[in-house]
């Protein structure tokens, strides 16, 4: 399965995503992923990574550098949904998620802090 996702053209996947979320009328966010597999998820400093493990010098958290890298892309998503949409009071506006009683719920988990 890996194989197939690695030799998957992104931008095919990208649309994909952008055609299935707008069939689902799901919002989607696009998010500069630069250096988010380099950078610690806990303190924000740059760290190294070696042979899928990410190891922050500055706080000492040792991860897998997959997963670090999906927290700081979900760090900055949830600050572009805070810059979208100042004084709500919420993170989430214009979303819909619906459950089987027919009611509109969707949650946001919070992201970053200590692993």
Not at 85 to 93: A, D, F, K, R
């Amino acid at each position: 399965m890996n194989r197939k996702l690695h030799n998957f053209p992104h931008w095919k996947l990208r649309n994909y995503i952008k055609y299935k979320a707008k069939w689902e009328e799901i919002a989607v966010m696009e998010v500069d992923e630069a250096y988010t597999s380099q950078r610690c998820s806990r303190c924000g400093e740059i760290g190294s990574r070696h042979r899928g493990r990410f190891k922050c010098s500055n706080c000492g958290l040792e991860t897998d550098s997959d997963k670090n890298g999906a927290h700081n892309i979900a760090t900055r998503g949830t600050g572009k949904l805070l810059e979208t949409s100042p004084g709500t009071g919420s993170l989430v506006t214009g979303l819909k998620a619906t459950t089987d009683e027919g009611t509109s719920v969707h949650q946001v988990p919070k992201v970053g802090g200590n692993l």
